[in-house]
């Protein structure tokens, strides 16, 4: 019998030839990631064991939840890390001014890799499956643990097959792709599950499209949302990634609990309403208009410079609407000055947005973006939980950078096509 | 290790957020973080609950976030054990490493309301509803996550080990 792309992965790390479905195994970790929120209690867990790092090329950490730091308890948690990665020459720790957000720049960077295993204290960490890796988000104890023994326990997922079949139109996102996936299986419809792409539609999914979509495969419950390998994905790998890899693709015959099809040529812009990711409806279909207060554009899920490409042609020759505010957040340093020189820095100034240094900032409603009761906000971050981005009583709308760009400029919710 | 206590009672997909909302998050002080545990849902929670409440909920419990901070808060307010119809991956997996006991039972959780007191002995999963008189098995834990559970966490399964 065959095995699916995750079974690869973790059988190669754990030394086995093949694995199945429900099997424990320990493995041997590629790399473990923390950020400014996740990684002082880790290190706390790192210490009490009391064993160095196992390999300080391989832990990566990423001060960008809070930083540059909201408050004096935040440079108080800066500090514990900075302090860290200088002590145990931590090689993947950065600065501010070389930060991004962590799902931006390890794949930027080519510090994840096909075939890689990755766990990292941030359930978003499910990213990389984009550049078929496995990779999975844990907790700060797995993560100290980690640091220090390199290991780690994992029951092998089930997996659902994601066949993807058409064309992507003009006008539509991998974040409507992952939306709607979402509204179709539900918030827990992956639970303890891998989701694995495959399908003639993976194709015409430009990296970032891929990149998008395996980041949001956690608001499915998901353990991880892997894609194959292809002439895309080597193309984005090759000037990357530095180290030896080694893709996998899923067997013919690997089992498979579930198979949902998905016709992209079919897609709409889709928003997901308060307050969970799966409640998926097409912006055409709203039948009354939303008034906004709030757009962000940016966050793990959609701060690549194509995200921002994408809002800043919607917003050329545009203006935020009176009584909207629009904050547009660069996913990395890279992500920024590319969008400088390509003029969109410009567009998103001249269209009035408030354009920020790379932060996770507003998405998990930690500073940069905070709402008051009441408001309501066009998002392109992943999560659009009660109390999310500010108040209990505010409100976030999940949508790709089509629907935010296009929301902010008429200050209600709609799609780029309704922008003249 | 049978333990008694008053079920605080919550729906499907609590989510980390709610249950330590990010605002909190510059600390990782078990104390301070009780202090704050599910008050976007429940601002009657963290000043009324008594150690030894247990807290139940539906499905995909503790789903978002990876967030320790999450099982901890629970911990440190006096909850020993949280029973739900299910869990979120990265939530179980961190109560289990921390040492906080999370039973799953499907939709036998229907019968647990809020205030009812419940007996629940950790280690076979059997949990009694004192009030209403029934009984619930959850389902066991796979192979040696029974013995990190056992251990009391992670760290004390791994120094063990040694």
Redesign the interface.
């Given at each position: 019998m065959g095995m699916t792309m995750s079974e690869k992965i973790l059988a190669k790390h754990a030394g086995l030839e093949r694995v199945e479905a429900g099997q424990l195994v320990t493995c041997k970790l590629d790399m473990v990631l923390a950020n400014d929120i996740t990684a002082p209690p880790s290190i706390k867990i790192f210490e009490s064991i009391g064993r160095p790092v196992f390999d300080n090329e391989k832990i990566a950490l990423v001060p960008d939840h809070f930083q540059p730091a909201k408050d004096i308890k935040s440079a108080e948690l800066a500090k514990i890390v900075r302090d860290f990665a200088h002590k145990h020459k931590i090689v993947h720790y950065f600065e501010q001014g070389r930060v991004g957000i962590e799902h931006v720049i390890l794949p930027e960077k080519g510090i994840v890799a096909p075939g890689m295993l990755t766990i990292g204290a941030d359930s978003h960490t499910c990213t990389y499956g984009a550049v078929n890796g496995f990779a999975t988000g844990v907790g700060s104890t797995d993560l100290g643990a980690a640091m220090a023994t390199g290991e780690a326990w994992f029951k092998v997922p089930q997996a659902i097959k994601v066949e993807l079949s058409g064309k992507k139109p003009a006008g539509i996102s991998g974040k409507d792709v992952i939306l709607t996936l979402i509204g179709m299986i539900g918030v827990d419809g992956a639970l303890y599950k891998s989701l694995e792409f495959a399908g003639d539609g993976v194709k015409s999914l430009t990296m970032t499209d891929r990149l998008t979509i395996s980041n949001m495969a956690i608001e499915a419950g998901g353990k991880a949302g892997i894609f194959p390998y292809d002439e895309i994905t080597a193309a984005y790998v090759k000037d990357r990634v530095k180290k030896p890899f080694e893709p996998v693709a899923a067997d013919d015959d690997a089992i498979y609990c579930q198979v949902v099809e998905i016709n992209l040529s079919e897609l709409k812009p889709v928003v997901a309403f308060p307050h969970l990711p799966g409640n998926t409806k097409r912006v055409e279909d709203i039948k009354e208009p939303i008034a906004i207060q709030q757009v962000i554009i940016g966050s793990c899920t959609n701060g690549r410079l194509e995200d921002l490409q994408i809002a800043a042609e919607v917003f050329k020759g545009h203006k935020v609407a009176d009584g909207v505010r629009c904050i547009v957040i660069p996913g990395s340093p890279a992500v920024y000055k590319e969008a400088m020189k390509r003029g969109y820095i410009d567009i998103f100034i001249d269209a009035d947005c408030a354009v920020s240094t790379p932060t996770c900032g507003p998405c998990l409603g930690g500073y940069m973006g905070i709402m008051a009761a009441g408001e309501k906000c066009v998002s392109t971050t992943n999560r659009n939980f009660r109390g999310r981005m500010g108040h209990v009583d505010s409100e976030v709308y999940l949508a790709g950078p089509h629907v935010a760009a296009a929301s902010a400029i008429l200050g209600r919710i709609a799609t780029a096509e309704e922008v003249q | 290790m049978k333990l008694e206590g008053k079920v605080w009672r919550y729906g499907d997909?609590i989510?980390t957020?709610?249950i330590i909302?990010?605002?909190y998050?510059?600390?990782?002080d078990p104390k301070e973080l009780a202090s704050h545990c599910m008050v976007?849902?429940d601002e009657s929670f963290a000043g009324n609950v008594q150690e030894g409440d247990i807290m139940v909920g539906g499905?995909?419990f503790g789903?978002?976030?990876?967030?320790?901070?999450a099982?901890?808060a629970i911990k440190a307010s006096g909850i020993p054990v949280v029973i739900a119809a299910?869990f979120?991956?990265?939530f179980y997996?961190?109560g289990i490493?921390?040492g906080l006991p999370l039973l799953e039972i499907g939709d036998d959780v229907e019968k647990i309301h809020a205030d009812d007191k419940l007996q629940v002995d950790v280690s076979t999963g059997e949990i009694r509803n004192l009030t209403t008189g029934d009984v619930f098995h959850a389902h066991p834990l796979?192979?040696?996550?029974q013995e990190i559970a056992e251990a009391g966490?992670?760290?004390e399964y791994?120094?063990n080990k040694k």
């Open positions: - | 997909n989510d957020d709610v909302p990010a605002r998050l510059n600390t990782f976007d849902i499905r995909n789903c978002g976030s990876s967030r320790e901070h099982p901890v299910s979120a991956r990265i997996r961190n490493n921390i796979p192979g040696f996550v966490g992670l760290i791994i120094k």
